[in-house]
């Protein structure tokens, strides 16, 4: 039985190394260490904020004149760690600006620069009542040694001062800390210091404006830097503003509570060009506002503005990027030197053809046919991370908060946000954002394009008509031959109007085709749905038309209704689930070809059509996907049955064949028909996308869409093989012929 000595309460101890240890783990590096000192001037109600760099001296001075720091102030706030003063303040003293701090620990990031500190602060005490100047010097090297924090006491001196003396604070580091290359703060840093506290001006923040959102008293706050820092480049507000100006496309995403917006607007044709709204739930507190131009590197996009191109692009090169911007400041390393916080650069490497985000997946989908087709697939259009310019506006939250999944929250060295929820939601908003615009991109493109194409009829059609009048000028030429030539003209002007009005037609019609394929497998999911309520409900009327004779004979039609119509559901999910597997398989062909013609038993019947086979039950196809082979099949034998359908009143004898044998290097596929048949002005056009011969007939097989053979010579192209119209039999119209390559042999060895 053990035997209780004492009982006692102990506290938490700590050594005094580690302040420098909070130095080193608080920042990513000098920028972020002297941005988090300039912020501090920034919530002390600063005007302004000097810093001056003596690198002979190996002296760091940074110097503001905000209300500075009482005696109170220094020993409750200053001198403790990790302060909760912040947390529980949103707004600073004087102006109301929003405190760009969070746990009280920035002032330790000095270490980080310099071994020694002195501060230096003028204030009003209150308590006192009465300006002070209090002075306080740090040598931080007797932190390093392990002893007990307690001990090491810090000299400071407060004494009073004039009522006119300027309030504010100056932090004096020196013996600036050294690397390899030289001091950890040099030069080089003066650009990096500019691009995190100066964000692009002349972008929308909205309500996260820190200019706009000044008091009347605000004098707004200004950093300036002095020494051997005053010669570096300055920003030219003219230059932004003139290219800012001037996007290709400007978008535009606002989260304000549970509402998510996105504007595109284009200089083309000046104004919104595309508006997507939707429910979206996020802990982002705020919101967030985002504004992002696209500067494609385009002919004329700079031309006769009234500046110089080549500077606007070299701009553009040194600002481009996206930006996050939390309470005014920018936030490293999102759109800092090769940064892809969203995978911009990732997916361009790869040629991604699909979208990344689940908010274009849902709301726009890629077609399966669009996704492999590079000049209509949009995600390829997705802008590069040097064509853009922009930011991203927020404003991060308490980072002890309950909850580390609720707002966004800086890391502890200020090196980016935690990664939670919030910065999940963070990346898909804006992601989104950015594959819409290359959505809108690519719809622009094919708009200028119709537009040029349009330009470019009425010029052909001018110079025709200059001819058919410079042709009728001739003296030389007779009557007879003058309207021979200018008949021919005008039949050529007329090609020319017909042509290009049905690329035009075929371009926009493509579009809307290439949707179907998006909803095919919605559409078979749901109508199994109907068939199981439907299966129930015939069960009912089977038991109804025991007492209710009457029922029986429509019961009869309803199942033999039902059973086509559960074929072909079986059918076209058997197709879209091959389609999806992509599996390539070597299989017998007729049976292929019996269950496809199986699925338009009743239109046979219906027109009394013939089908024959020439097909040996042993003949096999070369490995090929399941789906592609049964889509060419398909698309071929209902144009068969369409043709046959238009044509009824001539053929007395309607007729289809399959015929479908292997040679060495071959495995053919020939269906004929003695339908309505193909004029021979038409062959050659019947391959382009949207052309068909059958779009105004009424036929029990609906209209043709005219994609069917667009599609199956584009198919069989991606595999080797080929479709041709060849010469039919005696007693046929139009025959098809489709060529597979077969594999090579192996030999022994092989």
């Known amino acids: 039985m053990p035997v209780l000595i004492h009982q006692r309460k102990v506290a938490f101890q700590s050594e005094a190394r580690l302040l420098e240890e909070l130095g080193e783990r608080l920042v990513a590096s000098p920028e972020v260490a002297v941005v988090e000192l300039i912020k501090n001037a920034y919530d002390a109600d600063a005007a302004w904020c000097r810093v001056e760099f003596k690198g002979r001296n ?42 760009t701090g969070a746990k009280g620990i920035g002032r330790f990031s000095v270490r980080f620069l310099a071994d020694n500190l002195t501060l230096e602060t003028i204030a009003y005490d209150e308590k006192r009542r009465e300006k002070t100047k209090l002075i306080a010097d740090f040598d931080w090297t007797k932190f390093s040694q392990s002893q007990d924090i307690r001990k090491i006491k810090i000299l400071y001196k407060l004494f009073k001062v004039l009522d006119d003396a300027e309030s504010g604070t100056t932090l004096v580091m020196k013996c600036l800390r050294k690397t390899k290359e030289g001091f950890v703060f040099n030069k080089g840093v003066r650009s990096e210091i500019l691009k995190i506290i100066t964000p692009l001006r002349g972008l929308d923040a909205s309500r996260f404006d820190r200019e706009k959102e000044k008091t009347l008293k605000d004098p707004g706050f200004d950093v300036k830097f002095t020494g051997i820092f005053d010669k570096g480049p300055q920003y030219d507000e003219n230059l932004a503003k003139n290219v800012l100006d001037n996007y290709w496309a400007k978008l535009i995403i606002d989260l304000d509570g549970n509402k998510l917006r996105y504007k595109i607007y284009t200089q083309e044709q000046k104004g919104i060009v595309f508006r997507h709204t939707q429910n979206y739930k996020s802990d982002i507190y705020r919101g967030l506002r985002a504004d992002i131009r696209f500067f494609p590197r385009r002919a004329g996009i700079f031309t006769s503005k009234g500046f110089d191109g080549r500077e606007a692009w070299k701009w553009i090169q040194g600002k481009c990027g996206v930006v996050v911007v939390d309470h005014g400041f920018l936030v490293k390393p999102y759109g800092f030197g090769d940064d892809d916080w969203l995978y911009i650069s990732q997916d361009k490497a790869i040629n991604r053809r699909k979208w990344r985000t689940d908010i274009m997946m849902c709301h726009y989908p890629i077609p399966d046919e669009i996704l492999k087709d590079t000049a209509q697939n949009p995600m390829l259009y997705l802008p590069r991370n040097h064509q853009l310019v922009g930011a991203v506006f927020v404003e991060s939250g308490l980072p002890d908060d309950a909850n580390i999944n609720i707002n966004l929250i800086p890391a502890m060295d200020r090196g980016g946000f935690l990664d939670n929820k919030s910065f999940d939601d963070l990346v898909e908003i804006v992601r989104a954002g950015i594959e819409m615009l290359a959505l809108i991109d690519k719809r622009e493109q094919d708009r200028i394009a119709e537009l040029k194409a349009e330009e470019a009829e009425l010029v052909a059609q001018n110079e025709i008509q200059k001819a058919i009048k410079h042709i009728k000028a001739i003296p030389t030429l007779t009557e007879r031959d003058k309207d021979r030539i200018v008949s021919q003209y005008a039949h050529l002007a007329e090609n020319i ?10 371009r926009q019609n493509l579009e809307t085709m290439g949707l179907l394929g998006a909803v095919a497998g919605f559409m078979t999911h749901e109508s199994r749905k109907i068939l199981f309520e439907l299966k129930e409900t015939i069960k009912t009327l089977h038991t109804l038309s025991k007492k209710h004779r009457q029922i029986a004979r429509p019961l009869s039609r309803i199942e033999k209704n039902f059973k086509e119509f559960s074929e072909y559901i079986d059918y076209t999910s058997t197709y879209i ?44 196809t070369p490995p090929v996907s399941v789906a592609l082979y049964s889509g060419v099949i398909l698309n071929l034998y209902t144009n068969a049955l369409k043709a046959i359908a238009a044509g009824s009143k001539e053929s007395k004898h309607p007729k289809i064949l399959f015929k479908v044998w292997n040679e060495k290097k071959k495995h053919i596929i020939e269906i004929t028909d003695n339908g309505i048949g193909i004029p021979p002005t038409l062959k050659q056009r019947i391959w382009d996308p949207l052309f068909t011969t059958t779009s105004q007939l009424n036929n029990p097989l609906g209209s043709g869409m005219g994609l069917g053979l667009s599609l199956v010579k584009r198919l069989l192209r991606s595999i080797g093989g080929i479709i041709r119209l060849v010469k039919p039999k005696k007693g046929f119209s139009t025959c098809f012929r489709v060529e597979l390559p077969m594999p090579k042999k192996r030999g022994r060895n092989g």
């Open 577 to 620: 689930g091959a389609v999806h597997n992509g599996t390539q398989l070597v299989f017998e062909a007729l049976p292929q070809i019996r269950k496809i013609i199986g699925l338009f038993d009743k239109y046979v019947e219906r027109f009394n059509i013939s089908i024959q086979k020439e097909i040996d039950k042993d003949v096999k």
């Open 58 to 99: 190996e002296k760091l001075i940074i110097k503001d004149n905000g209300h500075g720091i009482t005696e109170d102030e220094f020993l409750n706030k200053w001198m403790r760690i990790a302060t909760g003063t912040k947390i529980k303040e949103e707004y600073s003293k004087t102006y109301k600006r929003k405190l």
């Open 497 to 506: 109007k017909e042509l290009s009005e049905y690329d035009r037609q075929s």
